[in-house]
């Protein structure tokens, strides 16, 4: 009867995750079959094959859709906050998970608070553009920069917190001081955590299509998902184009995390299991 019971359990676990497969993926094969459709097939939205493959799409949504110097726009904008909230992510965690005091405490609360309070746009705008920051590429990093690095902190201090302080000490009776730490003895031992957190951070970067529209005001600046308007409009709507461009945005953060598939894992493992 307890066998029953644990096949019972275990086929419907197994059709809700066919289900939650099947809403993930078929909107995938809508985009994908409706990128090398022509215009009318595309706009039925169905996982049918097309009649003719109309791989040109590709070709006219590059050639007309700014798509290359979005790109570089996107390349830009992802690297830089990355690489500027990873290493922000990194010392903070350092802190918290080093200092077992009041201030360490409240470091941890605040940036607790930052996961759970929501991002106020006007607001936002309004010191943009009291710093003179309104949109260029540097308002729109910190913003980024600032979104996620409370989850990217915790991430950090999950697995700074198990590197034993011993390893702080001994440098500090070497004479070490506290940059040098961290940078020279810290960050290296922060690999498997480093790629996890960057390849975070660049996918919730690369994807956002929201800030960007908001936050960069000139069509030169654009990043890769505000390309779909030069496709996409009130009067007219060229779904193959809109698809192709779509696929094209996906495929460059698809390959980076595929390459970075088994660190995450890795770093993501390794932090609970230090936590």
Request: proline letters at 3%.
């Given at each position: 009867m307890v066998k029953r019971k644990g096949k019972f359990k275990l086929a419907i676990l197994e059709i809700m995750i066919i289900i939650i497969?099947?809403?993930?993926?078929?909107?995938?094969?809508?985009?994908?079959?409706?990128?090398?459709?022509?215009?009318?097939?595309?706009?039925?939205?169905?996982?049918?094959?097309?009649?003719?493959?109309?791989?040109?799409?590709?070709?006219?949504?590059?050639?007309?859709?700014?798509?290359?110097?979005?790109?570089?726009?996107?390349?830009?904008?992802?690297?830089?906050?990355?690489?500027?909230?990873?290493?922000?992510?990194?010392?903070?965690?350092?802190?918290?998970?080093?200092?077992?005091?009041?201030?360490?405490?409240?470091?941890?609360?605040?940036?607790?608070?930052?996961?759970?309070?929501?991002?106020?746009?006007?607001?936002?705008?309004?010191?943009?553009?009291?710093?003179?920051?309104?949109?260029?590429?540097?308002?729109?990093?910190?913003?980024?920069?600032?979104?996620?690095?409370?989850?990217?902190?915790?991430?950090?201090?999950?697995?700074?917190?198990?590197?034993?302080?011993e390893i702080d000490e001994a440098a500090n009776v070497d004479g070490c001081g506290i940059w040098r730490l961290f940078f020279t003895i810290i960050m290296p031992l922060l690999k498997p955590v480093i790629a996890t957190s960057s390849v975070i951070f660049a996918m919730n970067v690369w994807n956002d299509f929201q800030l960007p529209l908001y936050f960069l005001n000139s069509p030169s600046k654009y990043t890769m998902p505000l390309t779909i308007y030069n496709f996409y409009g009130k009067y007219f709507s060229n779904w193959n184009y809109v698809f192709a461009d779509m696929v094209l945005t996906a495929i460059p953060i698809l390959i980076v995390y595929l390459i970075a598939q088994k660190y995450i894992v890795a770093g993501m493992t390794a932090g609970a299991v230090k936590g």
């Open positions: 497969s099947l809403i993930i993926i078929i909107p995938l094969l809508i985009m994908f079959f409706g990128s090398v459709k022509n215009q009318v097939e595309s706009a039925q939205f169905t996982i049918s094959l097309p009649s003719e493959w109309h791989f040109e799409n590709f070709a006219f949504v590059i050639e007309t859709g700014k798509i290359l110097g979005s790109f570089f726009n996107s390349v830009v904008i992802t690297g830089s906050a990355t690489v500027i909230g990873v290493c922000c992510a990194a010392m903070a965690a350092f802190v918290i998970a080093r200092k077992k005091t009041r201030g360490g405490e409240n470091l941890y609360n605040y940036f607790f608070l930052g996961m759970i309070a929501p991002m106020q746009i006007i607001t936002t705008y309004l010191m943009l553009n009291v710093l003179h920051l309104s949109g260029s590429f540097i308002g729109i990093i910190l913003i980024y920069v600032s979104i996620n690095l409370p989850f990217n902190t915790f991430l950090f201090t999950s697995f700074i917190s198990g590197i034993p302080k």
